[in-house]
């Protein structure tokens, strides 16, 4: 399996256990949110990404909200993708980093 990345990583992740709508060239699906920071996620896929493919993402925060944002494809490694947000609004950014910050284990 290629492991390509077009960016490097910008923040700090957290593992996370949450479901996101993914939408891209191929169509949407549901998939699993495997790890999350306030600048992008890893999602596990079935369907195929292209790095640089154009995103949405609806991602379920239980308790909280439903966060919305926009990205591209920044990282493929056979059917885990790193999508690197490319608009987050204030409120979503906030709660993203509280639900990772939350989670985050040590220093």
């Known amino acids: 399996m290629s492991n390509d990345r077009a960016f490097p990583p910008r923040a700090q992740r957290a593992q996370v256990s949450l479901s996101a709508e993914v939408r891209g060239q191929a169509g949407a699906e549901h998939a699993p949110v495997v790890n999350m920071s306030a600048s992008g996620a890893l999602v596990d896929l079935v369907r195929p990404a292209v790095l640089g493919e154009l995103?949405?993402?609806?991602?379920?925060?239980?308790g909280m909200s439903t966060v919305e944002t926009q990205g591209h494809v920044a990282r493929v490694d056979g059917t885990q993708v790193g999508v690197a947000f490319d608009a987050v609004d204030e409120r979503d950014a906030e709660l993203m980093s509280y639900h990772v910050m939350g989670r985050r284990q040590g220093p």
């Open 55 to 62: 995103v949405s993402l609806r991602i379920e925060v239980p």
